[in-house]
């Protein structure tokens, strides 16, 4: 095989592994309703689950560099497979319910080691393109996730079904890896390697500066709220049709898929946009349009209504995560930027664990009718942040000047 296939061949393996990434966190939203029954579990224990596999996720990506150092990326992402996998089949295999958030935490690591590896991989060896479109690679997966669990509910009347299913093609996804261990070896980077004690002093120093830097601490807090709405909506929307708004079980699991698949849409779409507007702008604007798709599914005027809302809000959000890495250093400065992409990135984590299950929290002792509305205060907390560090920005800028 020449290079230029084996380059081929790897760049689909790392699509497919974005798309396995994908595919679990698109499963729970609408087992969920299932798995509690089966459990016998309140409304708001999701956010247990949710924790337990943010803190997995955390923990491996934290570590990612050291990993791919000792065993290489290769290894790392079959081992990552097969411990998602097994994670997953164990969640059919639990017969006690403490049982689901320590297999949480385990596929937590799995995802976790995926996405840092990749786009870790991918950042340095492939153009900026190909991350592009590896981030839309990741709806495809969750896209599939809610079709492969509602079908695994109807025909087979268990949410164990499409835990199964997807937990095996993980563990092949690892066998794969194990089979294609040639193709990840890493050419030498042509970057500069030495780095001597004194530049490292200095990157600590920076790093305790970009936690008393305000700007860079708000920017944190747009991710946080971000992937929070982001999962808020995939994990709630078809609780909050079946069991609230008396939508069917098809119907619903269909919009879930409507809502990842705009999502996916709306990330390839902004590829594009990307080279006519600026990031930030992208962001406020998308941010905005989300709001509108929110308020249509909070007043409940009509099913559709409701329905389109949930099909806006996955379009508009799309390009919001990649604009706001995109446009770090404007929000922060350029000798923040490195310290503040990874403090975003875990924030991202910590909201979309937090926020859902704080929605969860509400829905329990309020209605599930809260959640629409959280979504919508979420929006516009996200919007006046954004426009706050603007202003921020906009007077450091006057000044330096």
């Known amino acids: 095989m020449n290079k230029q296939k084996k380059k081929y061949l790897l760049i689909a ?59 290489g990326v290769a290894v790392l992402l079959s081992l990552s ?27 937590g690591m799995g995802a976790g080691a995926i996405d840092a590896g990749l786009n870790t ?8 393109g190909l991350m592009q479109w590896l981030h839309a690679s990741f709806g495809v997966g969750i896209t599939m996730g809610p079709i492969i669990m509602a079908n695994g509910i109807k025909y087979s009347n268990s949410w164990r079904t499409g835990y199964v299913i997807v937990g095996i ?7 794969i890896f194990v089979l ?53 909506i995939g994990h709630w929307t078809y609780t909050l049709f079946t069991e609230s708004r008396g939508i069917s079980t098809a119907l619903a699991g269909f919009w879930v898929s409507t809502y990842w698949g705009s999502f996916t849409v709306g990330r390839i779409l902004a590829g594009f946009l990307a080279y006519k507007f600026l990031s930030r702008k992208i962001a406020k604007y998308a941010a905005a349009l989300g709001l509108l798709g929110s308020i249509l599914v909070a007043v409940n005027l009509s099913q559709w209504l409701s329905l389109l809302g949930i099909a806006i809000t996955g379009i508009a ?62 929006f516009i907390l996200f919007l006046t942040i954004n426009n706050l560090i603007k202003k921020v920005t906009d007077n450091d800028v006057k000044k330096a000047a």
């Open 317 to 378: 959000i799309a390009p919001i995560f990649p604009a706001l890495i995109s446009s770090t250093s404007y929000r922060v400065g350029k000798e923040h930027t490195t310290n503040t992409i990874g403090m975003q990135i875990s924030a991202a984590g910590l909201g979309g664990a937090l926020l859902p299950g704080l929605a969860g929290v509400l829905a329990r002792n309020i209605s599930l009718e809260i959640i629409p509305i959280f979504i919508t205060i979420l």
């Open 180 to 232: 294609t261990l040639s193709l990840w070896k890493d050419p030498k980077n042509k970057k500069t390697a030495g780095t001597n004690k004194n530049k490292e002093q200095e990157q600590e120093m920076k790093l305790i500066q970009t936690l008393t830097h305000l700007p860079a601490l708000m920017s944190i807090l747009l991710f946080f709220i971000y992937t929070g709405i982001e999962m808020a």
């Open 81 to 107: 497979c097969l411990a998602t996998g097994l994670a997953l089949i164990g969640y059919t295999l639990a017969p006690f319910w403490w049982l689901l958030p320590l297999l949480a935490v385990l596929a």
């Open 13 to 71: 393996l790392i699509y497919i592994a974005f798309i396995s990434l994908g595919l679990p966190d698109g499963l729970l939203g609408v087992a969920w309703p299932e798995m509690r029954s089966s459990f016998s579990l309140p409304l708001d224990a999701l956010g247990i689950i949710l924790i337990g596999s943010t803190s997995g996720y955390l923990l491996s990506s934290f570590f990612n560099g050291f990993f791919i150092k000792k065993i």
């Open 121 to 128: 991989y991918v950042e340095k060896h492939f153009n900026e």
């Open 169 to 175: 093609a993980q563990i092949i996804l690892a066998l």
